[in-house]
Structure formats: C-alpha cells, structure tokens
C-alpha cells in the first residue's frame, strides 16, 4: 500500500476552478492507477476519475464529464484533479485512492479533502 495525502480543497463559487493534489509515499507510485472518490452528506462514495499507471487510460464520471481533469506526474508521485465550471452539487468530501495496477481493489486512501460550491 502507498501513503496518500491530499490538498487543495476548499469553498468557491459556482462557476469556479480548484485544483486538488494527491501526493503518494514510496518509490511504486508509478505502478498503481490512481483516482478521485468523492462523498456527499447522505450519499455513498462514488468514483469521479481515475487514471491508469501509465496515464494513458482515464475515465470520468458522467456528471463531470467535460468540467474534471485527471492527470498524474509520476516523477513527483502525485495525481491532480482539476475541477473548472464547479457546481454546487459537487460539493463533497474529495478522496483520493490508489490501486495496484491491473487490480480491481481500491485498497489505499487519503484523509479527504473538503470541496463546498456556493450558489
């Protein structure tokens, strides 16, 4: 498992831009997928990027699709998420997690980050 630390978060208004950090313990970041999870008051956790080991693959949630970033620079051991056009429902706790590559399981997480959008 890595070590992950989270950073960035914060309020803005509807329409704004945050930039979250996630930056990964250890010298085998470079083989784990990384991704951003994020919670709601009320709702479960839920998936909202990820990005392959090599950066080649990523995936996006439908709803921010267009609006969310992924990207990840091994050399620094960290993973970005660039939010621009934010809305007031993405407001949530922001986690990041980390995987083995060619895995399924999500095993390491980091405290989370708060993201509040006002209206």
């Known amino acids: 498992q890595v070590q992950l630390v989270e950073s960035g978060g914060g309020l803005v208004q509807a329409g704004g831009s945050l930039r979250l950090s996630c930056t990964a313990s250890g010298r085998t970041f470079s083989s784990y997928d990384m991704g951003w999870y994020r919670q709601a008051p009320g709702k479960e956790r839920a998936l909202v990027a990820s990005i392959s080991w090599s950066g080649v693959s990523t995936y996006y949630a439908d709803s921010v699709k267009g609006r969310f970033t992924i990207s990840r620079d091994n050399a620094k051991n960290t993973v970005y998420l660039q939010m621009n056009s934010l809305k007031p429902e993405d407001t949530a706790i922001y986690y990041c997690?980390?995987?083995?590559?060619?895995?399924?399981?999500?095993?390491?997480w980091g405290q989370g980050t708060q993201v509040t959008v006002s209206s």
């Open positions: 997690s980390a995987r083995p590559a060619l895995t399924d399981a999500w095993g390491s």
